[in-house]
């Protein structure tokens, strides 16, 4: 089992609905759980980092975490063509943060 | 403005040679990374460091080499016993590291090729 699973997609939403992106963990340890985005040939910005379980709010995103599930997902809400991108989920494991491989997300105007 | 600083963007080298990829921070962050990723792919912890003089490998550390000399200075060297150098290599920094991990900030990258 990798240790941060991620569907690679191209995941094609229209835009003004809702993105879901959705992230599976392996180690039962972890505590820190990140969302970065990543336009082509550009490094990853941090959108959300969650740390408890249950739902947190940013503006048009929402990060959901279910430690007992080892499940962590993003919503974005109102989608828009500049969301077209590649969401990374990043975990900790013990003092190091490991990523994903990353689900592409295609905005459809 | 704060902030994470590597260079150059685009680096060039024959196969054989070493290569030292540079990445200053100003963010006054104890722990500092290199990852790296390849076309498609997600990114690889290739070393780490917490504290100045201490780093520890990664997952794919083998070929590659580090120092953390000052707090705000984390150079990469690939050597030639890297098999597969060419790839875009991500430094990033955070407060601090441990369970409770801050979150990462990153450099623009430098994309390597060699050739």
């Known amino acids: 089992q990798k240790e941060v699973e991620q569907n690679s997609g191209p995941l094609s939403v229209p835009e003004g609905a809702i993105a879901s992106l959705n992230c599976t963990y392996s180690?039962?340890?972890?505590?820190?759980f990140f969302w970065y985005r990543q336009y082509s040939g550009k490094s990853p910005e941090l959108i959300m980092s969650?740390?408890?379980?249950g739902d947190k709010e940013d503006g048009r995103f929402t990060a959901q975490l279910n430690k007992a599930s080892q499940y962590v997902s993003l919503l974005i809400r109102d989608s828009q063509p500049s969301d077209s991108a590649t969401y990374l989920c990043?975990?900790?494991?013990?003092?190091?943060?490991?990523f994903g491989k990353g689900t592409r997300l295609h905005i459809l105007p | 403005d704060g902030g994470i600083t590597q260079s150059p963007k685009y680096l060039f080298r024959k196969e054989g040679q070493n290569v030292t990829l540079s990445c200053e921070q100003n963010?006054?962050?104890?722990?500092m990374y290199w990852y790296r990723q390849d076309p498609g792919q997600g990114l690889r912890l290739i070393y780490y460091?917490?504290?100045?003089?201490?780093?520890q490998k990664g997952d794919i550390a083998e070929g590659y080499s580090v120092s953390r000399e000052k707090k705000e200075s984390f150079p990469l060297t690939v050597t030639s016993a890297q098999k597969n150098p060419t790839a875009f290599y991500l430094c990033?920094?955070?407060?601090?590291?441990?369970?409770?991990?801050?979150?990462?900030?990153f450099g623009n990258g430098t994309r390597l090729t060699v050739t």
């Open positions: 990033a920094s955070s407060i601090e590291g441990g369970p409770y991990n801050s979150p990462l900030h």
């Open positions: 180690d039962r340890g972890s505590q820190s």
């Open positions: 969650i740390y408890s379980n």
């Open positions: 990043a975990v900790n494991r013990d003092d190091k943060i490991i």
């Open positions: 963010l006054n962050h104890d722990a």
């Open positions: 460091s917490q504290i100045v003089n201490d780093f």
